[in-house]
């Protein structure tokens, strides 16, 4: 059983679509994250979301909303979509102790948007 | 100064070669380390958790420096199938504000036959 799963896999579309992206986890973890990832292959944090509430909102555009129905799925929608916004978007979720521990994060195998 | 900074890259190595790589982080509040490792087109996965007593998976040997906010991983005896990109993984537990991981650049390692 795929324990991150995001759907698509690819997407390419039209510059000023709007589209979504969808992920689901079914670790039971409590803290889920959406990452870009571009041509750079530099990984940068988007949002992060804890027991369906925004926890880190890192400076990215308003165009791009998060939404968390439940602390199991957390989907991305992008509205009026860039030639910029082209890389690869993963999910990711872990547990949120409240101390201190080795906790890791797992990956889903990402989504990669083309803006034509 | 970037949060996490990495060996440029990338690292070309012939198979059965000891290759090193150095990650630094800025912030010294940071709790948590690890190494991860992402082949091409695919997602990053966690290769080890980084211990301040240093440790040791097989030919993986990662260790950490607190006091000059460094962290190695040094692979032995290098395989054809250890050629992806590592990334440096450093983790800053917030209260009120969660876990909030921050990714290195990474370093491409190319182990050559």
């Known amino acids: 059983d795929t324990a991150v799963s995001q759907t698509p896999k690819y997407l390419v579309t039209q510059m000023g679509n709007d589209k979504s992206i969808k992920c689901e986890q079914n670790?039971?973890?409590?803290?889920m994250y959406w990452y870009k990832q571009d041509s750079k292959k530099f990984l940068k944090i988007m949002f992060s979301?804890?027991?369906?509430?925004?926890?880190i909102n890192e400076t990215v555009p308003n165009r791009f909303s998060p939404k968390s129905p439940d602390k199991a799925h957390l989907n991305l929608h992008i509205n009026s979509l860039e030639l910029g916004d082209s890389a690869v978007y993963f999910c990711?979720?872990?547990?949120?102790?409240?101390?201190?521990?080795?906790?890791?994060?797992?990956f889903g195998p990402g989504t990669r948007l083309l803006v034509l | 100064r970037k949060e996490v900074e990495q060996d440029p890259g990338p690292f070309n190595v012939p198979e059965g070669a000891t290759v090193a790589f150095n990650c630094t982080y800025s912030?010294?509040?940071?709790?948590?380390f690890f190494w991860y490792r992402q082949d091409c087109r695919k997602e990053p996965k966690l290769l080890m958790s980084?211990?301040?007593s240093g440790n040791e998976d097989g030919r993986f040997t990662a260790q950490l420096n607190r006091a000059s906010q460094y962290i190695s991983l040094l692979i032995r005896d290098s395989k054809l199938s250890d050629s992806a990109t590592y990334l440096c993984?450093?983790?800053?537990?917030?209260?009120?504000?969660?876990?909030?991981?921050?990714f290195g650049p990474g370093t491409r390692l190319s182990v050559l036959p």
């Open positions: 670790l039971g973890h409590d803290t």
């Open positions: 993984v450093v983790n800053m537990y917030r209260d009120n504000y969660g876990q909030n991981f921050v």
């Open positions: 990711a979720s872990s547990q949120d102790p409240t101390g201190g521990s080795q906790e890791t994060q797992y």
């Open positions: 979301y804890n027991n369906k509430e925004l926890i």
């Open positions: 912030n010294s509040a940071s709790q948590s």
């Open positions: 980084v211990y301040s």
